[in-house]
């Protein structure tokens, strides 16, 4: 009996979960490598088809994604919430009594709970850097743009996702109409529920969008160079990780983060 033939989604979300399965050195980005030194080099030959495969399902957007890494304008964002009086207490009872065991590091390891704990958002800063416009003065121009990239949401604001998202075959075939008032609308807690179990699955290419799953009627996942990024620094954290900087902040800094954008 023939197993079925997995969908695009299913089968790069399978693509990428199999290149955490690559042997990589302890710390690529280390101080011992040699200046410039490329991670990938170190990817032992038999693991090599998996970059090449993923290179050939999106030829124009890996190489661009990896550029991102490599020039380091990725940061990942953590909000952290605001602290409660039983946090400030157990924080205070953490840094008089208690002490740090020997080959354990508190603060990445605080850091690495905090990503997982609280939410976070990328912030990449374009690769192209803008040429001043009349009537600006160079200093407000050149500076490169910058775009949010949400994982869990699968979004991101630059434009080429956008495109991605909405390509123009699919557009002139069928209006995007959005009928507020038909029947066959889910209802608002139906969409809740599917959200949920969504949440509680394991990772997807493509996260929480319904994009190239069955049933939605769309064929494969948008994705653009910002985003293929971060999943590729997320998922594959054991070689790329360390090309992605963190920083974490309040809600407040946070929201503005966002806003200046």
């Not at 409660?84 to 208690?98: I, K, M, N, R």
């Not at 160079?138 to 495109?163: G, M, P």
Request: glycine share 6%; hydrophobic share 35%.
């Amino acid at each position: 009996m023939t197993s079925p033939v997995p969908t695009p989604r299913q089968f790069i979300t399978s693509l990428i979960d199999s290149l955490t399965s690559i042997p990589t050195p302890a710390d690529p980005t280390s101080s011992t490598a040699p200046a410039g030194a490329n991670p990938l080099k170190l990817i032992p030959p038999a693991y090599r088809p998996l970059l090449t495969t993923l290179h050939a399902l999106y030829p124009l957007t890996l190489l661009p994604a990896l550029d991102l890494l490599d020039r380091r304008l990725a940061t990942r964002i953590v909000v952290n919430p605001p602290y409660s009086p039983q946090d400030a207490t157990s924080a205070l009872e953490t840094e008089t009594g208690a002490e740090t065991a020997p080959g354990h590091d508190n603060g990445n390891q605080g850091k690495k709970e905090a990503a997982t704990r609280n939410p976070s958002f990328y912030i990449v800063r374009s690769a192209q850097p803008q040429h001043p416009r009349r009537g600006h003065t160079s200093s407000e121009t050149t500076s490169s743009l910058s775009y949010v990239v949400r994982l869990d949401a699968w979004n991101c604001t630059c434009a080429a996702f956008a495109f991605a998202a909405f390509p123009r075959e699919d557009r002139e075939k069928h209006a995007y109409v959005i009928d507020l008032y038909s029947p066959s609308r889910p209802s608002t807690a139906s969409i809740e529920q599917e959200g949920k179990s969504l949440r509680e699955a394991e990772w997807q290419f493509g996260a929480l969008s319904l994009d190239g799953t069955e049933g939605s009627g769309i064929a494969g996942v948008p994705c653009c160079k910002h985003l293929l990024a971060c999943v590729l620094a997320e998922r594959w954290s054991g070689l790329l990780g360390g090309y992605v900087d963190e920083r974490v902040v309040g809600r407040e800094e946070g929201a503005g983060l966002v806003a200046d954008i």
